[in-house]
């Protein structure tokens, strides 16, 4: 091989964590692959058919791949684009809103769950874990609710209030914990995990009682917000696509966080906290200041993912919102995992796992596959990203050790 | 046990850690391996105790070629290892820690903890390596700890012990006394394969001594090899191994303590009534056995630890429990006892560490967001005026040598607006080269005007480097005495008793 085209297989075959991140996708579909093997009968039947028949395994393995196939083609096309629909769209100039309408489910579903694991990953890269997140976009929900329904300002000031209202509530919802570590020592995975449920049942309360509640109900729904506090639709309203504004929100946000973290004195101080409190402390960055600062921020960005999320999509809060599955809060820790805490890498992350999740209720919808399967798909990446060992002995990846073993070694005068 | 190596090559990617590497250990023989940090010595060991395979070469024990794949092989071959960081349980007992994963068992799996305290009690009686069974393993000091590791590995009846920097961890007297028992080891016929770059203990203990350096094996010289030989033989260049200064020029005091009393983790008072006056222009040396208090005085000075009562002055200024900013801004630069816990963080940039505790100032940051160009700038010109070897300033911390990371923390501190220096132990763990250059660093702040006050536990440094050296013992100075004083009175200051004639 020439020089180049070596160093590019030898980066490839190092293990950086980009490449670890595919692998684990790869990998995690294997999984998925498995257990749909062995959870649809038709496959099981045919192998059985392979074992006690002279058909031979070709069959058998036709079936396999058929279904498979399937369901990975259906989460694909469900998420991203269904090629032959596209076609038709381009050729014929007709039937747009089909053909977009994967994408911008998944861009939609995006949106808050970037805003919400930032708002994690910030947390995680000060040493801190924000289980709360769900919690605090909660609250931010609710408050940006009430703003929206309750006030009544122009549109050029309504939607900023309802907003920056969604951002106050979460840092409520980050402050209690924050406070609570920084002065009481109460370790915040407990206060944050079991602030879940306060923030549940406020919202409940709320939903019950007026103003909030929609007027002669009595089921926990809110008022719908007016059209003026919501993040409209990107291509309008009659385009029938649910992407909104709020991907504008995520992008700030974005944007944001990578001059927080890689820019920002403060960001640096919450990366040197992070990664060893001691130097930190030695360094004179106040500990109990950085903490809460980090908590503040975290919990905002929390709120503002929830009320991007109703102001994107819902217009209006039930008691399902954010409840179950739809914790956006709670996928947001897996995500900034997936991600290494870093933005860039979580905005990749929120997009598979959105992907993921949407092109999961296509998969279901066609092959009667369960949805459950893009879970499972999801929990098996994580589980590989976390263990980056197991990934490098599967593909034999070199470590990246060889590099820092040299420079360790260049010792004195040699 | 009669080992060889015969031409042991290691290589990790692009680097040969260990290169053809050849060697004999006699039975009964006391070989030290010495060189530099990152010379390869490690990697040998640990290709000896199985727990790296050698790329080439070849073990043989007793004229018996062996392959090591694992490290039972190497304890079923009568090869025991004694690590540099100790693999106890700490809330272990002493018998609990050494017969764990041999434990003896009685009927229906019942330990048989009699027999274990017996076996002990043997080893110790055997080599006098002293210790109490039941003493639970975090309660020792130490030296103690370090004989339960090598009294694990005689339990296993091991012929050949390998001892990985085992006085890196010790007080002189605890050194002395590893000295001893490698002595009574030695003269009952196992071998030791003995890994240092202290050139005073190893010409002292040593039957052979083999320099290795950069992966190769340099030589093999007898101990009456002077220090400046061998010196030059690890680091491969003339060493002076004096610290080159000239007479002090003390002028107004700058670091003033006054009837300091600090309380350690337990609430014990540790510092206990301590006044110590450092000058501009002199370099304080604080001698003493570790554990007298000498860690918390220091974290006192620095504002990492409340003080009970007293005052710390700096330049006139009271700076008693001001938070750890404002005495960094005051202008005392520290550098830490332990560097990687208390001054660095290993996994960011050797830029970002040159900042570590200006990340605010001007120009590194404006307004809130940090000039990463004025930060690189910085580090670039630091690593080139402190001679600092990396590979670039982006690099991350960790893949730096000990004495490098050192570097690190003696540029940014050196480069600071300073008014004192308080250095603890920092020479600790550094190989030859390394030591010479943070004296010099040192010498020079003092000749620029600055107070310095240095805590080592290593007293030759404290007598080499300091003007006036102070002695602590359990908490309170037990004498502030001029260098030229004898070590035989020092020391007998650092256990409490003034010796005739000094205050």
Redesign the interface.
């Known amino acids: 091989m020439t020089p180049s085209l070596r160093r590019l297989w030898d980066h490839y075959r190092s293990a950086s964590p980009v490449t670890i991140a595919l692998l684990a996708l790869v990998l995690g579909l294997v999984v998925g692959a498995v257990i749909i093997v062995a959870t649809t009968p038709a496959i099981l039947d045919a192998w059985r058919g392979a074992v006690h028949s002279w058909t031979g395994p070709g069959h058998a393995l036709k079936v396999t791949f058929d279904n498979v196939g399937a369901a990975y083609r259906s989460i694909f096309t469900g998420s991203i684009v269904d090629p032959p629909q596209f076609w038709h769209s381009v050729t014929t100039g007709q039937n747009w809103t089909a053909s977009l309408t994967p994408l911008s489910e998944t861009f939609t579903y995006a949106t808050p769950l970037v805003i919400a694991s930032i708002a994690v990953g910030i947390t995680f890269q000060t040493g801190l874990f924000n289980i709360g997140a769900n919690g605090q976009a909660i609250l931010g929900g609710v408050a940006g609710v009430a703003v929206a329904t309750l006030v009544h300002l122009p549109m050029a000031l309504h939607l900023p209030l309802t907003l920056l209202a969604g951002i106050a509530g979460g840092v409520v919802g980050g402050a209690i914990p924050g406070l609570l570590k920084a002065y009481t020592g109460a370790h915040e995975v407990i206060v944050t995990l079991m602030f879940n449920y306060v923030a549940s049942y406020f919202m409940l309360f709320c939903l019950l009682s007026t103003p909030l509640q929609l007027p002669n109900q009595t089921n926990a729904i809110s008022r719908t917000m007016p059209g003026g506090t919501q993040l409209a639709p990107l291509f309008g309203t009659a385009s029938g696509l649910r992407v909104n504004y709020g991907i504008v929100v995520a992008l700030a946000v974005t944007v944001f966080a990578l001059w927080l973290l890689n820019r920002s004195s403060i960001g640096f101080e919450f990366r040197v906290t992070g990664a060893n409190p001691h130097a930190a402390r030695a360094s004179g960055i106040n500990a109990r200041r950085t903490l809460v600062t980090s908590f503040l921020i975290s919990g905002g960005l929390a709120g503002l993912a929830g009320v991007t999320w109703v102001a994107g999509t819902t217009h209006y809060i039930d008691q399902n919102f954010l409840q179950g599955s739809a914790g956006i809060g709670f996928t947001a820790i897996t995500v900034s995992l997936l991600g290494r805490n870093r933005p860039i890498g979580i905005v990749w992350g929120s997009l598979l796992f959105a992907a993921l999740e949407v092109g999961g209720s296509n998969m279901q919808a066609n092959t009667g596959i369960p949805y459950d399967l893009a879970t499972v798909i999801q929990s098996a990446i994580v589980i590989f990203v976390a263990t980056p060992v197991l990934v490098k002995e599967i593909f034999r990846l070199r470590a990246l050790r060889a590099e820092s073993v040299k420079v360790a070694t260049a010792g004195w005068g040699l | 046990m009669r080992l060889e190596l015969r031409g042991i090559t290691k290589k ?4 040969t ?1 260990n290169d053809r590497i050849d060697l004999v250990v006699e039975p009964g023989q006391i070989h030290c391996l010495l060189g ?5 010595k490690s990697t040998l060991m640990n290709v000896l105790f199985g727990l790296l395979q050698a790329d080439e070469g070849e073990i043989l024990i007793d004229g018996e070629k062996v392959r090591l794949t694992n490290s039972g092989d190497a304890v079923r071959r009568g090869i025991g290892m004694v690590h540099q960081h100790f693999m106890l349980v700490p809330v272990f007992t002493v018998a609990e820690n050494v017969v764990l994963g041999f434990e003896p068992t009685r009927s229906l799996d019942r330990l048989d903890y009699a027999r274990a305290r017996e076996d002990i009690r043997s080893v110790s009686r055997q080599f006098g390596l002293e210790v109490d069974p039941d003493a639970t393993v975090e309660s020792l000091p130490i030296g103690l700890q370090q004989r339960v590791e090598i009294i694990k590995a005689l339990g296993h009846d091991a012929q050949l012990l390998i001892l990985d920097e085992p006085t890196a961890v010790l007080t002189p007297q605890e050194a002395d006394a590893l000295m001893a028992i490698m002595r009574s080891l030695t003269a009952s016929g196992k071998s030791i394969l003995f890994i240092s770059h202290k050139l005073k203990e190893v010409r002292h203990v040593s039957d052979v001594i083999t320099v290795i ?2 992966g190769r094996v340099i030589g093999s010289v007898p101990p009456t090899a002077s220090e400046n030989e061998l010196a030059a033989m690890m ?3 003339e060493v002076s191994l004096v610290v080159d200064k000239t007479e002090a020029a003390p002028r107004e005091p700058v670091l003033e303590l006054r009837d300091l009393v600090v309380r350690d983790d337990r609430g014990l008072p540790v510092v206990d009534g301590v006044s110590l006056e450092v000058r501009a222009g002199e370099i304080v040396a604080l001698a003493g056995v570790q554990g007298n208090g000498q860690t918390e005085l220091v974290e006192a000075i ?1 504002g ?1 630890r409340h003080v009970e009562s007293g005052s710390v002055r700096l330049a006139g200024r009271d700076i008693t429990n001001r ?7 005051a202008g005392l630069g ?1 550098i ?1 006892e332990d560097r990687q ?8 940039s050797v830029a ?1 560490n040159m900042v ?2 200006t ?2 100032r001007t120009p590194f ?1 404006r307004r ?3 000039n ?1 160009r004025a930060v690189r700038d910085h580090a670039e010109s630091l690593v080139e005026s402190f001679d600092v ?3 670039s300033v982006d ?2 911390l ?4 000990g ?2 990371q050192q570097k690190v923390i003696v540029a940014r501190e050196l480069s600071r607006p300073l008014e004192a220096l308080v250095a603890s132990q920092p020479t600790r763990g550094l ?1 030859v ?2 030591i010479e250059y943070v004296h010099r660093e040192i010498v020079r702040v003092r000749d620029e005007g600055h107070a310095v006050l240095i805590v080592s536990s290593e007293l030759d440094e404290v007598m080499a480097l300091g003007d006036r050296v102070a002695v602590m013992f359990q908490g309170r100075i037990t004498g502030v005495v001029d260098p030229s004083t004898s070590r035989e009175d020092v020391g007998l200051l650092m256990t409490g008793s003034a010796p005739a004639g000094i205050a």
Do not use: C, K, Q
């Open positions: 990790f990617g692009s680097l850690a530099e940090n990152g010379a390869g350096r950069a680091v491969g260049r620095t990492l938070p750890p900013r404002d005495i960094l801004d520290h830490p816990r208390d001054g660095l963080v290993l996994s960011m970002d570590l505790n990340p605010r940051a809130g967001t940090r990463l070897r990396t590979s690099a991350p960790s893949s730096l040598s004495g490098n190989d080269g390394s």
